[in-house]
């Protein structure tokens, strides 16, 4: 009986991990405040890890869903659409380099201070705010990033160092690349497609 209790819990987290994962709000976040709840019967190290890796379901959804376009081996690609696919990939590696960079040196002090219900509390609601004042008052939209094949290293990199925002706990990872992108002049459109790029690499490096 107390495995399948622990069952049904690991299925509510992914059932939250799944809703929150693609919204702009935090999905590590909401994680930690449903272990407050709903805490599973594991030691805190496994929850931490179990935390990052049922993630890993939400980066496959994004792989299935884009996957000719991120195929840099699809037959149907012509060699200019099979070379244009790397350079979106090395960007988005570029993209990657700052939170990668940050959250390496910094993990042990983020989890020893910052991972508590507290914290995602406050950054739920900090960042909340700061969201909405941000679509109220962006002047009316004037992208010149469209697509997101347009993104280049140096804006890719900007994109990234906003990225950094989300090793906060409740601050949301696509939110915070999403609304740093369109700030910097990407569309909506082309500031999410990137985003959840981004969240390729970000989500299978924090797994390993």
């Given at each position: 009986?107390?495995?399948?209790i622990?069952l049904?819990?690991s ?5 939250v ?6 919204l702009?709000?935090?999905s590590?976040g909401?994680l930690?405040l449903l272990?407050?709840v ?7 190290a496994f ?5 990052v ?6 980066i496959?959804a994004?792989i299935f869903?884009?996957f000719r376009k991120l195929?840099p ?7 200019v659409e099979k ?5 979106l990939?090395?960007r ?18 983020l ?7 507290v914290t995602v509390?406050v950054a739920?609601v900090?960042?909340?705010i700061?969201f909405i004042l941000i679509?109220?008052?962006k002047p009316?939209d004037?992208?010149?990033?469209t697509r997101?094949e ?8 900007l ?5 950094m ?5 409740g601050?949301s990872?696509?939110?915070?690349t999403?609304?740093?992108?369109m ?9 999410a497609?990137?985003?959840f790029?981004m969240a390729?690499?970000t989500m299978?490096?924090?797994?390993l």
């Open positions: 009986m107390p495995a399948f622990e049904l819990k299925i509510l987290y992914g059932i991990e799944g809703i929150t994962e693609w702009p709000i935090s590590t909401h930690i272990g407050e709903c805490p599973l019967s594991v030691s805190p929850s931490e890890m179990f935390d890796v049922i993630q890993l379901g939400a496959l994004v869903l884009f195929n081996f699809a037959p149907s690609k012509s060699p070379k244009n696919t790397w350079g990939w090395l988005v590696c570029v993209a990657v380099i700052p939170s990668a960079a940050v959250g390496v040196l910094l993990d042990d002090w989890d020893e201070h910052l991972y508590n219900y509390a739920l900090v960042y909340g700061l679509e109220k008052f009316a004037r992208a010149q990033v997101v347009d993104i280049d290293y140096k804006l890719a990199f994109i990234g160092a906003f990225q925002l989300a090793l906060i706990p601050t990872r696509s939110g915070s999403i609304l740093g992108a700030l910097l002049g990407c569309s909506r459109v082309a500031a497609e990137f985003s790029f390729i690499p299978l490096g924090a797994s």
